[in-house]
């Protein structure tokens, strides 16, 4: 009976290990055909690497990260070194994925560093080396890039399917002025501020020129006139170079087609463009933001103080 025992044990013990060792066989074999997932639940960065999906959460490549610091390049904004109007709504603000198929990737060594690479996401190979990409947080109309080289000189790229340079990397800064494409509530493209060893100027969104050269700061412009500034002064000039007001001005703001002007006196006043003549009393305010415009139906509306002073047509 005691063999019987054995016998009935060790039978049960093959038929058990017997399946075990079929089941074993029958995972592995599960998984090989149908491996887990890498990123099960889609993180941005995990084990090393970048992690890029579509809108409908479907993979569309990788990017295996180098160094410590890995991930979106941040938009740069050099122009407050400057005294152009430019956007100041957002600062430091990543730039995603763009058309689900670039990435701007910031793989560095230091927290700030500046090692970008233009990184296509789909063939999963690296178009180009950066060191800045700018587009003020909001972005530029006509998927436009302001971006910067190796060599620390700036150009524009197009950002479509093929990611190309609209602008060589010539200038050593290029800016937009703050305006907005009203179709698309970003900043306007079709015209750029620049500066290279030749002074200031504007140009077009295909490098030609708008403007001559001045040799200081351009501030803002509209069709035909730029305003410059030096040291805290500003002065307005046709696009050809001719002045129109060189008094040393405190402060200067195109509204319309009329210019806000703060002049030396400290007096506030708006000139006419078309007519180069003033078409409102000087008002002695603390400052040009203390006389506020707007613009509606009937006109620019001039306001001091909140008291609507002119209505101008």
Not at 48 to 73: I, M, Q
Request: charged residues 25%.
């Amino acid at each position: 009976m005691k063999n019987k025992a054995v016998l009935w044990v060790i039978v049960v013990l093959l038929i058990v290990c017997s399946a075990m060792s079929g089941y074993g066989y029958f995972v592995h074999v599960d998984k090989i055909k149908n491996p887990p997932p890498e990123n099960p639940n889609k993180e941005f960065k995990l084990n090393n690497k970048l992690w890029f999906y579509s809108k409908n959460k479907e993979l569309l490549g990788t990017y295996t990260c180098k160094n410590e610091y890995c991930g979106y390049a941040k938009s740069y904004i050099d122009d407050s070194s400057y005294e152009t109007n430019y956007y100041k709504g957002k600062t430091d603000t990543e730039i995603s994925l763009i058309n689900d198929r670039y990435a701007f990737i910031n793989d560095t060594t230091k927290k700030n560093g500046n090692d970008i690479v233009l990184y296509d996401v789909v063939n999963q190979k690296e178009v180009r080396k950066l060191t800045a990409i700018k587009n003020y947080g909001i972005g530029l109309a006509n998927q436009l890039m302001i971006v910067r080289d190796e060599n620390l000189k700036w150009g524009i790229m197009k950002m479509n399917n093929n990611a190309g340079m609209v602008i060589d990397f010539k200038y050593n800064f290029i800016g937009a002025k703050e305006a907005y494409d009203d179709e698309t509530d970003l900043l306007r493209s079709d015209a750029f501020i620049v500066s290279d060893e030749n002074g200031w100027k504007i140009i077009s969104d295909s490098d030609a020129d708008i403007s001559k050269y001045f040799i200081n700061q351009i501030y803002d412009y509209i069709d035909g006139y730029v305003i410059t500034t030096n040291r805290g002064y500003y002065y307005l000039n046709t696009m050809s170079g001719e002045s129109i007001n060189d008094e040393a001005n405190k402060g200067m703001q195109f509204v319309s087609h009329y210019v806000k002007i703060l002049a030396p006196t400290k007096a506030v006043y708006i000139m006419d463009l078309n007519t180069k003549q003033k078409v409102t009393e000087d008002y002695f305010v603390n400052s040009i933001d203390a006389v506020e415009t707007g613009e509606t139906l009937n006109g620019v509306e001039v306001y001091v103080g909140g008291e609507l002073k002119v209505t101008l047509p």
